[in-house]
């Protein structure tokens, strides 16, 4: 790409704007370059991420990215804190195989980048919120410091604030697992987001029999029940057709009313 100016720049600011052009990825060129980490705002990640439709089975995620995959999931948002989620980890090709059980019979066309992925994580949305779990979450708070100022005060207000919320769903609106559901959702976009960020790709899927994968893992059992899939590597450059094709949305025109 050829960069013109009206004004005469100097020998360094035409360095700066070489690397800055670098940096801007066409249809086709490649989502997941090298020195991705580099000094990006956020909205490069939302505007570079990509679905993958076929991973590279050769390419593994580190050790290093892993542990930070495993934070993405612990410190995601949720609604009152209530943290209504449990995650399978699946990186060893007898894991990935169970999580691919779910998908080889009904949905064949998602096993592929399953077993071909460098990890997989199975989101799982509880049950039931009960009273032990919610005084669990608030034990949990406590011991992290939330109320050292005050403890007794602030717990009775934490404790109040979130059973409010809880039995609002329970008892009136009567839609407490959907509502749990809805904070599983609230991770997963946070997780892929944070991903991109790593230069790792990732392929969401609800294309899974979920009862098949509650009984592989013994969820339901547990108190908890699978939603969605999320493969997770390194795009193949040669079979992934979706990392060349130009990113679609619609327009703000559409989408956006400011006030």
Known sequence: MTLTSATQTSSSDKTDSVSQDQNIIPADGDRNPDGLNGDH???YYAKHRHTVKAFDPDRKITA?????????????????NAQ??????????DGKDQVARSTDERYPFNSPSIRNASH????????????????????????DGRFDSDPETFRAQMHGGRSLFVNLH??????????MDKQVYLNIGQFLLGVATLGIDATPMEGIDTKALDEQFGLREQGYNSLVVVALGYSDEEADYNAKLPKSRLPLSEI????
């Open 120 to 143: 997989v994580v199975v989101f799982a949305s509880r049950l039931a919120i009960d009273e032990d779990f919610l005084l669990k979450v608030l034990d949990q708070e406590e011991q």
């Open 256 to 259: 956006l009313t400011e006030v």
């Open 84 to 93: 209504p989620w449990k995650f399978i980890l699946a990186s060893t090709e």
């Open 64 to 80: 290093e990215n892993v542990d930070k995959i495993r934070d993405l999931l612990r410190f995601s948002p949720s609604s009152t």
């Open 170 to 179: 329970k008892q009136d609106m009567k839609d407490v697992q959907h509502w």
């Open 41 to 43: 705002d956020i909205t």
